[in-house]
């Protein structure tokens, strides 16, 4: 009987967003997925409801048609999902903005907000968060220990990625900061704001029944690692509204938080269900070592 109820937990684990659903108490969302649009369910989660918001929005990454082949002959397979493409940069800023609007408008006073992109869009993303009064604390450099090579070798390698720290507005104090962590993290002895850190591969990387990857942007366990214990406390609350495979809730319950987070790709969704369900009872340890 006990085994049937522990089943039945993981089986509500995922909550499929319906239109006739208008509030999600955070009581019955709290350590769950729900599949659907994050722009569509953010509005029916209670204001002021979490300590730390984490965002991997789709980059808008522009990729050229042409076919990418590495020395060894095999394809780079970009990210050519419809969930990354925008008709123009105006339709692009507009569903960020959107997006922005409503993570501020659940966050609680003090709590943070962390969001990722490249070149291709963090600088836009930057700005409209300082449009809509988002005060930035920092920005971090992900340092890339194992970088997709340049093919065409007429640019730098892309090596890095950016994430912006920051807060609802320039008045917020008290927000949770561990400097130790910081300093454990960053470069130098100073705890610099970089980040070195390898991208998914190997044991990591989530793959389909294909055996190919999962998700093109799958972020590695370190990274939210390094994001949560610098700014979150044990039992705070973290929501990742675009959620993929499920990274962040992963890790936010092998450290002693709670999430809730959004998908609406199923496939990622199940996987990430799938994944938080199947290595619940392994220790904290062997949690934030793989994916």
């Given at each position: 009987?006990?085994?049937?109820?522990?089943?039945d937990?993981f089986?509500?684990?995922?909550?499929?967003?319906?239109?006739?659903?208008?509030?999600?108490?955070?009581?019955e969302i709290r350590?769950?997925?729900i599949l659907g649009?994050a722009?569509?369910?953010?509005?029916?989660?209670?204001a002021?409801s979490f300590?730390?918001?984490?965002?991997?929005?789709?980059?808008?990454?522009?990729l050229p048609?042409?076919?990418?082949i590495?020395w060894?002959?095999?394809?780079?397979?970009?990210?050519?999902?419809?969930w990354d493409?925008?008709?123009?940069f105006e339709?692009?800023?507009?569903?960020?903005?959107?997006?922005l609007?409503?993570?501020k408008?659940?966050?609680k006073?003090k709590?943070?907000?962390?969001?990722?992109?490249t070149y291709h869009?963090?600088?836009?993303?930057?700005?409209?968060m300082?449009?809509?009064g988002?005060w930035i604390?920092?920005?971090i450099i992900w340092?890339?220990?194992?970088?997709?090579?340049n093919?065409?070798?007429?640019?730098?390698?892309?090596?890095?990625e950016?994430?912006?720290?920051?807060?609802?507005d320039?008045?917020?104090?008290?927000?949770?900061?561990h400097?130790?962590?910081?300093?454990e993290?960053?470069?130098?002895?100073v705890g610099?704001?970089?980040?070195?850190?390898?991208?998914c591969?190997g044991?990591?990387?989530?793959?389909?029944?294909?055996?190919?990857?999962?998700?093109?942007?799958?972020?590695?366990?370190?990274?939210?690692?390094?994001?949560?214990l610098?700014s979150?406390?044990?039992?705070?609350?973290i929501?990742?509204?675009?959620?993929?495979?499920g990274?962040t809730?992963?890790?936010?319950?092998?450290?002693?938080?709670?999430?809730?987070?959004?998908e609406?790709?199923?496939?990622y969704?199940?996987?990430?269900?799938?994944?938080?369900?199947?290595n619940?009872n392994?220790?904290?340890?062997?949690?934030?070592?793989l994916g």
């Amino acid at each position: 009987m006990e085994k049937n109820k522990e089943e039945d937990k993981f089986y509500q684990l995922l909550v499929k967003d319906l239109p006739g659903i208008d509030r999600y108490p955070l009581n019955e969302i709290r350590g769950r997925i729900i599949l659907g649009d994050a722009l569509e369910v953010l509005p029916k989660i209670d204001a002021r409801s979490f300590d730390m918001v984490f965002i991997d929005p789709p980059y808008f990454l522009q990729l050229p048609k042409r076919k990418l082949i590495r020395w060894s002959g095999t394809v780079v397979n970009g990210v050519s999902d419809p969930w990354d493409r925008f008709e123009d940069f105006e339709d692009y800023d507009q569903f960020i903005r959107r997006l922005l609007i409503e993570t501020k408008r659940v966050m609680k006073e003090k709590a943070t907000l962390w969001i990722i992109g490249t070149y291709h869009n963090i600088h836009r993303i930057g700005k409209i968060m300082q449009d809509i009064g988002f005060w930035i604390l920092n920005d971090i450099i992900w340092l890339k220990r194992n970088p997709v090579p340049n093919f065409l070798k007429v640019r730098f390698t892309n090596a890095t990625e950016t994430l912006i720290w920051a807060v609802k507005d320039k008045k917020v104090k008290g927000y949770t900061f561990h400097k130790g962590y910081a300093k454990e993290f960053g470069v130098g002895k100073v705890g610099a704001n970089v980040w070195e850190i390898p991208v998914c591969s190997g044991r990591e990387r989530l793959k389909n029944g294909e055996g190919k990857k999962l998700h093109p942007t799958q972020k590695p366990v370190e990274l939210l690692r390094r994001v949560i214990l610098t700014s979150t406390e044990e039992g705070d609350l973290i929501l990742d509204p675009m959620a993929g495979t499920g990274t962040t809730g992963y890790v936010a319950k092998a450290l002693n938080r709670d999430f809730v987070m959004i998908e609406r790709e199923e496939r990622y969704a199940l996987s990430a269900e799938e994944r938080i369900r199947k290595n619940a009872n392994k220790p904290m340890e062997e949690k934030t070592k793989l994916g």
